[in-house]
Structures are given as structure tokens and as C-alpha cells.
């Protein structure tokens, strides 16, 4: 089994920033993609950043420039940091990751969900 424990949601201005981050625990023989979602209220879930192994990125079009998504392998440790926060950034942000077992079969989890909120 796998933990996933987020931290770093709260109340910003906009403008503001803010850094997430999502520590993974268990019996995990390889974090491969490590990534987060957002879901504001009466939306679906939607990607908002996503780290495949250790260097390749992705971000939805309305975060590049502002967001930016990092792993710490020692740690099993994803962060997004978050700059130039708008109210449209609003919502609960779900850590996801996809693993490789020791039995070398692939599992995802997703975290617990923290709530970010930016005032105008």
C-alpha cells in the first residue's frame, strides 16, 4: 500500500504564491509519473501539472509560465509551486502518482487533496 500526504493549500491573494507539496510512503519500488489535479467547484477534474520520471513536464495552458511542477527522489516528494495566483486557480488540488510495485505491476493513488483558495 501507498501514502500520499499533501500539504501547502490556504488562502492567497492574487498575485500570490503558494508551494504544494505531496511526500509518497509504502512498499514502492519506483515513483514513474508524479502529477496534479485541480477541481473547483461544480467542474470536473482537470490536470493542471505532470512530471514523467525525473525531467519531463507538462502543464494545462492556463498555468505555464506560472506554475511549475519538481520532484525530490530522496524524498519521494513532489512540489508545484504557484505564482502569480489568480482566482481562477481556486479549488482542491489532488497529488496523483503512478508507481512500479515490487511485484512489478503499476498502481495509482491519489492524495488526499488539499484546498486552494485566491481572493481577488
Known amino acids: 500500500q501507498v501514502q500520499l500526504v499533501e500539504s501547502g493549500g490556504g488562502l492567497v491573494q492574487a498575485g500570490g504564491s503558494l508551494r504544494l507539496s505531496c511526500t509518497a510512503s509504502g512498499t514502492i519500488f519506483s515513483i514513474d509519473v508524479m502529477g496534479w489535479y485541480r477541481q473547483a467547484p461544480g467542474k470536473q477534474r482537470e490536470l493542471v501539472a505532470v512530471m514523467i520520471g525525473s525531467s519531463r513536464t507538462d502543464y494545462a495552458d492556463s498555468v505555464k509560465g506560472r506554475f511549475t511542477i519538481s520532484r525530490d527522489n530522496a524524498k519521494n516528494t513532489a512540489y508545484l509551486q504557484m505564482n502569480l495566483l489568480k482566482p481562477e486557480d481556486t479549488g482542491v488540488y489532488y497529488c496523483?502518482?503512478?508507481?512500479?510495485?515490487?511485484?512489478?505491476?503499476?498502481?495509482?493513488?491519489w492524495g488526499q487533496g488539499t484546498q486552494v483558495t485566491v481572493s481577488s
Open positions: 496523483n502518482v503512478d508507481i512500479t510495485t515490487f511485484r512489478k505491476t503499476s498502481e495509482t493513488y
